[in-house]
């Protein structure tokens, strides 16, 4: 699904006429290309200007920027199987398992695309780049992103540690020095125990980093910078797995950026000198 798409679906955070103008705006968006905004308005029992300030709430500068937006992701979602159409039962070949499951994940990495803002990782970056070492803080699955994420960063220069017992990350945090950045990973942002290991960290002025699927959370409220991932809702045995790929994307741009700003010569060197020693 994509990132507009699902904002006019979810409607978080509109008030009565938003909402009245979302659901207008799906159920009649092939009328929509030669619309104006004072027909748009007319058919919402809205204004022109209400019109404006919902395009410019959802990040553009005006009704026909939003439009020409809106109706491109409209043409790919419809394109693409949705909703209902994606539930997979017995009676679903291998072939169409392959196709849904497909469709579901590169739907959410260009849904996580559009819902990342540059300014967050140019902000990261200012973060990471005061700091030696980076502590992880996740659970379960999580946890094998928090891993994976700190093998590059070493690449990068960065220390890293991650541990798998929530207790040895609880002592983490109480003597953690406050240069170390504490990056979570928390698909809800409400585990009880991260919470209070943020909580911990927020008063010992350790700077976070998250990556979450619930922006709005009581994590990503003590969080410094979040990054916003993509999940499924509707099929919760899949969501968590959409989200880990998710939350490796975002990973791996950092990565990406940190390894910008690392000196070539020596990123070569341990290139090198993995090469030599190493298999893999």
Known sequence: ????????????????????????????????????????????????????????????????????????????????????????????????????????????????????????????????????????????????IANMASSGFIMANKCSTVHLAMTMQYLQATGAPKDHVAFFISRTGENRMLLDVAHLLKMRGNPIILITAVPRSNLANMADVVFPVATVKSMEELGPRVFLMGAKYVTDILFAVLMTRVDFHNAQQKEQWLRKHFYY
């Not at 027909?39 to 019109?51: G, H, N, P, V, W």
């Open 1 to 144: 699904m994509t990132g507009l798409v699902k904002q006019l679906q979810d409607k978080d955070g509109f008030s009565e006429s938003e909402a009245m103008i979302a659901d207008y705006l799906l159920a009649n968006f092939r009328m929509l290309p030669g619309m104006s905004t004072r027909q748009l308005a007319k058919e919402t029992f809205t204004s022109s200007a209400a019109i404006v300030r919902f395009s410019q709430k959802l990040g553009f500068g005006g009704y026909t920027e939003f439009r020409v937006k809106f109706l491109a992701e409209m043409m790919q979602y419809m394109e693409r199987p949705h909703g209902d159409e994606l539930i997979m039962t017995d009676r679903d070949s291998v072939h169409s398992i392959l196709d849904k499951v497909t469709s579901i994940e590169i739907d959410a990495l260009k849904d996580t695309r559009s819902m990342l803002e540059p300014a967050d990782f140019v902000r990261a970056l200012a973060i990471l780049n005061k700091t030696d070492h980076i502590d992880f803080y996740a659970t379960d699955n999580n946890l094998d």
